[in-house]
């Protein structure tokens, strides 16, 4: 089994840690982006299987890393969309009923900073694996990392703007966009797992590209 093994455990661990600190600060802030984002961080648990299972499999079984990553890749991108679903639909009702709820942004602030504080460190662990070891389920995992790191980095920004009185909706606006945040990071998903990595990518780039010319 590889040595790199330790820290995919480890960074798996931390998400767990920072859904405690999302859930703590949920309850007690009253926010509903938090409440929504820790939804989202249980998936992470599933989604830092992937390396791990990697691992462990293809040098228990001598299964290919690519039969399981594709398995993997489908099972996580349905288990995103119900969660995205399920929070766009939550964040809905909230919007259209324009239910009144408190948000103390003192305590969302801390919360949200020991979150985005633990997903930085689980970018240095993952950084720590050498590049020629790297496989697409570490591909994957890190950049789900990095994008939670950028989601965890505005949350803060979010609180600061609760702290001196903003409307509470922009919270619950906030959840809206985790929610459809997570169905196109499962979209993309279900696409590299039928289509290859690769070729995702390279279409992606050349979308982007005629938008940008």
Same mark, same amino acid.
């Given at each position: ?103 103390? $942004?003192? #305590?969302?602030?801390?919360? =949200? +900073? !020991?979150? /985005? ?6 970018? %240095?662990?993952?950084? *720590? ?49 985790? $929610?459809? #945040?997570?169905?196109?990071? =499962? +979209? !993309?998903? /279900? ?6 990595? %690769?070729?995702?990518? *390279? ?11």
């Amino acid at each position: 089994m590889q040595a790199y093994m330790p820290v995919y455990l480890k960074a798996w661990g931390l998400t767990f840690v920072i859904a405690g600190f999302e859930l703590a600060g949920s309850i007690l802030s009253g926010s509903f982006a938090l409440l929504a984002d820790v939804t989202h961080v249980f998936t992470d648990t599933v989604v830092g299987l992937g390396p791990v299972s990697v691992e462990f499999f293809r040098h228990r079984f001598h299964v290919s890393a690519e039969r399981i990553e594709q398995t993997g890749g489908f099972l996580v991108s349905a288990i995103l969309i119900f969660v995205g679903v399920h929070i766009i639909g939550e964040a809905t009702e909230h919007i259209s009923g324009g239910e009144h709820h408190e948000v103390e $942004g003192g #305590l969302m602030l801390i919360f =949200a +900073a !020991l979150a /985005a504080a633990t997903n930085f460190l689980q970018h %240095r662990l993952l950084s *720590r694996v050498s590049p020629i070891h790297r496989h697409a389920a570490h591909t994957g995992f890190h950049f789900h990392i990095l994008t939670d790191l950028v989601k965890n980095i505005l949350l803060p920004i979010l609180a600061v703007l609760m702290l001196f009185g903003a409307s509470e909706m922009l919270d619950v606006w906030a959840g809206y966009a985790i $929610g459809w #945040l997570i169905i196109v990071r =499962a +979209a !993309l998903l /279900a696409l590299e797992s039928l289509f290859g990595k %690769r070729i995702v990518q *390279r279409t992606l780039d050349h979308f982007f590209h005629w938008i940008i010319r």
